[in-house]
């Protein structure tokens, strides 16, 4: 993107024909969360919870954690909101008092919501707390829950979310959950799908094994398929779609991603300018145009040269 386009564009964000598309970002504590709040952003879209968790032998109290939530918040305090995901505890993100240990398969193993089957108190408690920190602070607070695979599942989370007069969603990370987002979205507010582990469990390949990063990727043509599928069903049911997934920074594949109907991209505040700047110049109409290419296409490499053709050919 040219170097005026990026420093003057300013946000919020649009494609060039003025369709809205949120730009969020994501947080990791107190501190991410205010100078992120700097950024041009309309909010947070992802507030990865397990991360101000990774160094704690033991459950902070509800207090405890209501204060860490509450520093997230306030940043964001006015007119923006937060989406806090509750505990993606498991695989490589361990967390001491969470995790199950020895797992032949941790990624395929008892693994974010799947911690709180045998463990209800642990989300409960941290349900609680995030509900005393949106009251605190008075931010608007959605809630999601990682790795759902299940319809049922996001049936239970939602009562329990809801039950605390919070908006509930799922995260889109498992194949199942993206073919079954029509009926996921009967169940809950809104979905985010997280490409890093769509991606992994689509193709099947480990997102931290560097020897398999041609299939770690999220412009592999059928995880855009699965993507497309979840934005339709969100258009289809009226509720936003975002995506929190590295897959939100590629400037180009931001552009496919709106295409398909996605309606909020939430990535590192870094990377927030570039992204706005290349879709204020695309239209809504390119960004489809682009987003069946990518789709069409034989292999990621293709697809973005396809997609490179058709907007700055
Ligand atoms: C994802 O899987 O794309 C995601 C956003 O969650 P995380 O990277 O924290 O697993
Ligand atoms: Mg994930």
Redesign the pocket.
Known sequence: ESRAALSSWAGPGATADGMPVKLLANVADGESSASSAQAPVEGVG?F?TELCFLNRAEEPTVEEQADIYAAVLTPFAGSRHVVVRTL?AGSDKPVAFATHEGEENPALGVRGLRLSFDNPGLLERQLDAIAIAAERTGTETWVMA?MVATVAEARGFAAAVRGRGLRAGVMV?VPSAALLAPRMLAEVDFLSI????LTQYTMAADRMATDLAYLTDPWQPAVLQLIAITAEAGKQAGKPVGV??EAAADPLLACALVGMGVTSLSMAAVAVRPVGARLATTTSEQCEEVAEAAMGAEDPAAGRAAVLALLDG
């Open positions: 992802l990865r993606d990682p990370e997280g490409t890093n582990d929190c997934g």
